[in-house]
């Protein structure tokens, strides 16, 4: 069989065509967050979504319409357009204040050849309506169980408001206008149904990622992010010649607090200790990572550190755990941790060298009385 014994109706490539988009967008998207994540480079998701699907649908929407620039039929691929903003104004919740909405779409305009219409600057305005509706309706009735019908209800007469301003301007009939109207609601449709199956995928992934490199108990990074964390640092200070620092710690006497007051009071400490660390880190340096590596064992690792720049931290850490006492029930625990600081050298030939200089200053600080800091 010929391709020419194909007869495919436009509204099922049309249908093709935008999931395509759609699906290329989130595995780029992916692609781009794994690839920062493999070099540690730290980035906030919600931002990089925003920002990366503003470029992609902007090139994409300029892309389409650079095919019929000009022409008394360049209302043929509006759908697809309408789809890549309500994409945008809904799904990825990107806000675009009004003072950069309007100079958007007068580009646009001037792109297209119809800022002389006034029917053109109709359509303009209901779209700026419409998008903000959009932000609006998505962040009040994001949960709701009723969500998929508000956004159909908002996106069905909009829909038909944007395309009568297209049949006003171009003058085409009103088979075609009901024609190109149902189009967009069963886009609208289809686009609420595949971007929730994927956000829901990507989610899931999310959490999977998040249980295998992440303590249960604690919710600091666990010692297979350790490890990882630590041969791309390692690698790094190595070959550019970057200084790189380790804190590791304990806390003393931990199998009394287990055997004294129990596995529960136990959890309760380190649930503590890690919490006030990651206060102190986050006042001092968000680069500065937090690992349990063990059952009472931390290590932080301070990328760009010297031992004496770390000291600060380092000193802060050890202030703030050995002078607390942490409530259980009707007791109050009093705990201490031992610690152990050294930087990478020319002598380490691989991470677990570094790890061991680390691991044996603080075997001498428990060694010695315990309760001290150790850095050589």
């Known amino acids: 069989m010929t391709w020419s014994n194909w007869h495919v109706a436009p509204f099922l490539t049309s249908v093709f065509f935008t999931l395509g988009v759609l699906t290329l967008y989130w595995v780029s998207f992916n692609w781009l967050t794994s690839w920062l994540r493999s070099r540690h480079i730290s980035f906030d998701e919600d931002r990089l979504n925003a920002w990366y699907g503003v470029i992609y649908m902007v ?16 209302w043929q691929f509006m759908n697809f357009e309408l789809i890549a903003i309500i994409f945008c104004a809904y799904f990825l919740n990107i806000h675009i204040p009004y003072y950069f909405f309007f100079p958007i779409l007068l580009v646009y305009m001037l792109f297209d050849h119809s800022i002389g219409y006034w029917e053109s600057w109709g359509h303009a305005l209901t779209l700026a309506v419409f998008f903000t509706i959009l932000n609006i309706i998505r962040v009040k009735f994001q949960d709701h169980r009723l969500a998929p019908l508000i956004y159909m209800l908002v996106g069905v007469p909009f829909g038909g408001i944007l395309w009568l301003w297209m049949k006003i301007k171009f003058n085409f009939s009103w088979a075609i206008y009901g024609q190109e109207w149902l189009y967009l609601i069963i886009f609208e449709g289809l ?18 990622a998040n249980f295998a490199s992440h303590d249960a108990l604690t919710q600091t990074e666990n010692f297979a992010a350790y490890t990882g964390a630590s041969q791309y640092l390692f690698k790094d200070s190595t070959q550019h010649q970057r200084p790189l620092s380790m804190m590791m710690f304990d806390i003393d006497h931990f199998k009394l607090v287990n055997d004294t007051y129990g596995h529960l009071a136990g959890d309760r400490v380190l649930q503590q200790v890690a919490l006030t660390v990651q206060t102190v880190l986050d006042a001092n340096d968000t680069k500065v990572k937090l690992y349990r590596t063990g059952g009472e064992e931390f290590n932080i690792l301070f990328p760009g550190y010297m031992v004496a720049q770390t000291q600060t931290i380092v000193t802060q850490i050890f202030s703030a755990i050995n002078h607390q006492t942490i409530q259980f029930g009707a007791r109050q625990i009093a705990i201490s941790i031992s610690v152990g600081v050294s930087a990478v050298t020319v002598a380490d030939g691989s991470p677990i060298d570094f790890y061991n200089r680390v691991d044996h200053n603080l075997y001498n600080s428990k060694r010695n009385g315990r309760m001290r800091i150790t850095s050589i």
């Open 191 to 208: 686009l609420y149904i595949y971007v929730t199956m994927l956000s829901q995928d990507s989610q899931t992934r999310l959490r999977l």
């Open 59 to 74: 090139v994409f929407v300029f892309s389409i319409q650079l095919i019929i620039v000009g022409k008394n039929y360049s």
